[in-house]
């Protein structure tokens, strides 16, 4: 090699030497910022991926979004085939990969929530994808993007409208079987107790550091739960204490570990936070934490807490939508104790001045925007209504003098409330909406047990007879539609009358009348 060629060389490796020298600086300071800024997808070494992904991640770094672009056509193309199952495990990787891309998680969940969902005909399968489609978000997507509220807004959107809605054929299912799940989470009771689980320790490490006696942890031990994953695997089956515990231990001992195990429960597995609770009940009314609505508002208010100006308008827009339809029909009745697929839904009378003023507050934070106001005017038509066909005569014909007032598009062709309700009874079975069928039927059968237990059985029969007509019309207009089938007559009859005796024991003698009635009917 002559000696300029090896100059030449020379020359070279210094420069690259130097350029090497330069871009480590460089990268160290970049590397320095992107920690500080929590740019960083710390996710890329999460020991759920396989070895093999989790080393080209590694090795491809800034290219990680071929490797993700890889994994979105191998998706698409199981889908095309119908071979769904990979999926699943390919949306967790295409999020560990890509972490921080939240319309590439809102899509995946959507897409098996909706789209799957609805190519099996077996309705425990379509929930099995709707719960695949909310594990992504809730246990993978919001883990790395607690402060996006678009997130928050997806995840309640698929309680509010795929399960609270009437569109899937499985809708009921679906509403039962979240019931199920969270009255088990609950303690076999509709709603516990959320002071005491909030104020459970939020650990095993709290909680022991609280009961740090040997004898109860001998006690734990000696009925066979040596190590904490055993005793939350035991509990979580059943939602209660096994009976071996509940023996060994005292009724306060007991209460106090089973309170710890169910708070631990909510938060860690359903991201439930009882001070979110606790603080919504306040705020809006005692809500049935078994309905998906108030599931839709809880996510929701998430989204408001963690936006950057505290509130978004989609989050607003859930929570406002999300509470009229509690209104409306958010609270769940069981023939038993246990919950059924033969429910029904009735309104949450308490909620109305709630609703009002979500709608109030959510127009004056978004610029007063239309849809807001539009929407604040159709729930006072339907709530002066529901109010009236459920005995609250007096707050209905306050809510008429409001719209009245306050509502420019209100038609002045009603001249008096009476003329409105009937109105409007006639509108609503004619639009054939389920929620309004199903909860005018309900309000007449409502108001008629209470006619009938102040002894005024004339107007209590013509109320009846009122929401028999009803309900044949209804279901002669959609008897052809499955998913809108009301229940039976005779058990919306029957529950709501046992509801009304619940709700005033005084009155329950004065009923026992009609339910024999109608189990002789049966």
Request: charged letters at 25%; a neutral charge; hydrophobic letters at 40%.
């Amino acid at each position: 090699m002559s000696f300029r060629k090896f100059k030449i060389w020379i020359l070279a490796l210094l420069v690259i030497g130097v350029l090497l020298g330069i871009n480590l600086s460089i990268q160290n300071k970049m590397d320095k910022i992107i920690t500080q800024e929590k740019l960083v997808d710390e996710a890329v070494n999460d020991k759920g991926l396989p070895p093999m992904v989790a080393f080209t991640t590694v090795a491809l770094g800034g290219f990680r979004g071929i490797l993700a672009d890889l994994l979105w056509l191998r998706a698409g193309t199981l889908q095309e085939e119908g071979k769904y199952f990979e999926l699943v495990q390919l949306a967790s990787w295409i999020t560990k990969l890509q972490p921080k891309f939240t319309g590439a998680i809102s899509f995946l969940a959507w897409n098996m929530s909706y789209n799957i969902s609805v190519t099996f005909q077996d309705k425990q399968d379509r929930w099995r994808w709707v719960q695949r489609g909310i594990e992504l978000i809730r246990d993978e997507g919001l883990n790395y993007n607690a402060n996006d509220p678009k997130l928050y807004q997806q995840l309640g959107w698929i309680y509010q409208h795929k399960m609270g809605n009437t569109l899937d054929d499985a809708q009921k299912y679906y509403k039962y079987q979240i019931a199920k799940e969270m009255q088990v989470a609950f303690g076999g009771v509709p709603d516990p107790d959320w002071e005491a689980l909030n104020n459970a320790p939020r650990s095993f490490i709290e909680f022991r550091r609280k009961n740090s006696s040997n004898s109860f942890w001998n006690k734990i031990q000696s009925a066979g739960y040596r190590d904490d994953e055993s005793l939350n695997r035991a509990f979580r089956k059943t939602g209660q204490l096994p009976e071996s515990l509940k023996e060994a231990l005292s009724d306060e001992e007991a209460l106090e570990l089973e309170t710890f195990l169910r708070a631990i429960w909510l938060r860690d597995h359903y991201k439930i936070r009882p001070e979110v609770v606790i603080e919504i009940n306040k705020k809006y009314g005692k809500l049935d934490w078994r309905a998906s609505e108030s599931h839709a508002i809880y996510w929701a208010t998430l989204g408001n807490m963690y936006s950057p100006n505290r509130f978004s308008i989609e989050c607003d827009r859930m929570i406002t939508q999300s509470l009229k339809e509690s209104f409306i029909g958010g609270r769940m009745l069981f023939p038993e104790k246990t919950p059924s697929e033969d429910f029904i839904m009735v309104p949450n009378l308490e909620l109305a001045d709630a609703v009002r003023e979500s709608f109030l507050l959510a127009a004056e934070r978004n610029d007063f925007a239309h849809s807001f106001k539009s929407a604040l005017d159709n729930y006072m038509i339907d709530a002066i209504v529901i109010l009236y066909s459920y005995g609250r005569e007096k707050k209905a014909r306050e809510y008429f003098n409001i719209m009245r007032k306050e509502r420019v598009s209100y038609d002045k062709r009603f001249l008096n409330f009476e003329q409105f309700i009937v109105s409007q009874w006639e509108e609503d079975m004619k639009d054939g909406s389920y929620k309004q069928a199903h909860d005018l039927i309900s309000g007449l059968i409502y108001t008629a047990a209470i006619y009938i237990a102040y002894d005024d059985s004339a107007a209590g029969e013509a109320h009846l007879k009122l929401a028999q007509m009803a309900h044949d019309r209804y279901s002669r207009s959609f008897k052809d539609v499955e998913r809108m089938h009301l229940p039976p007559f005779g058990t919306m009859k029957r529950e709501i009358v046992l509801m009304v005796m619940k709700n005033f024991p005084k009155l329950a003698p004065r009923l026992n009348g009609v339910i024999q009635e109608e189990k002789s009917s049966d």
